[in-house]
């Protein structure tokens, strides 16, 4: 089975231009996370859905952040404008969904952004 | 979720068994402990969880204490490839009614010498 995957694997652009990061989650999972890791502040959910719907986005960090999931294969986490400071590694998840909060969650390999 | 406490880093010899320590003293009753790994330059990989009794998978052993305030993850012949940064955390069920995200501490950085 595939994996979750993310797309691109590095990205390199300059302060200002927008970024669009893409995420395919595992077939028949129905929960989706975003998370982003730096140095300074480690591992952090940003944003996560059920059935394609936002839950908690309260981790994202600005108006400059936006994520959408227009269907249960297909996602992206949106920066406009992006500045150096949101240079970091970003992580999509996903795992089947469950009120037992039981179910693993699956990562992909990471998108790895600098912003110059 | 609940907050969990590891060490910084371990460092073992490979071949032999690994016992990365865990506590969590706040612990609810319905707070699953999950154990994730993150390898160099990967993403992170679940590698087992528990409630009350102590679980074993294909990847390892995790014991957890008659009174859910620490837990044990035990690799029991450690390799090379299992040097990774290994996470402990705490799971309840979100508002959603669904899991909720996870939230990661610093973990603790194993370290395996040949």
């Known amino acids: 089975d595939a994996g979750v995957i993310q797309s691109p694997r590095h990205e390199v652009t300059e302060m200002g231009q927008e970024v669009t990061l893409r995420c395919k989650p595992i077939?028949?999972?129905?929960?989706l996370f975003w998370y982003r890791q730096t140095m300074m502040r480690g591992l952090e959910l940003l944003i996560y859905f059920n059935n394609n719907v936002p839950i908690d986005d309260s981790g994202m960090p600005e108006d400059r952040f936006s994520a959408k999931m227009p269907n249960a294969s297909f996602s992206t986490l949106k920066i406009q404008p992006s500045e150096p400071r949101d240079s970091a590694v970003y992580f999509c998840a996903s795992s089947p969904h469950s009120r037992l909060s039981n179910q693993p969650q699956h990562f992909g390999d990471g998108t790895r952004l600098s912003i110059l | 979720d609940a907050k969990t406490t590891q060490p910084n880093s371990m460092e073992s010899n490979e071949e032999e068994p690994v016992h990365l320590p865990c506590n969590h003293s706040t612990i609810s009753g319905t707070d699953y402990i999950h154990w994730y790994r993150q390898l160099p330059s990967q993403g992170p990989e679940y590698v087992i969880h528990?409630?009350?009794s102590n679980v074993n998978n294909r990847m390892a052993s995790l014991a957890i204490a008659e009174d859910r305030k620490s837990s044990t993850l035990i690799l029991h012949r450690a390799t090379l490839r299992d040097a990774a940064v290994y996470y402990c955390?705490?799971?309840?069920?979100?508002?959603?009614?669904?899991?909720?995200?996870?939230?990661f501490g610093k973990g603790t950085h194993l370290i395996i010498q040949p």
């Open positions: 077939s028949g999972h129905n929960s």
């Open positions: 955390i705490l799971r309840d069920v979100g508002p959603g009614g669904g899991a909720d995200g996870l939230t």
């Open positions: 528990g409630l009350t």
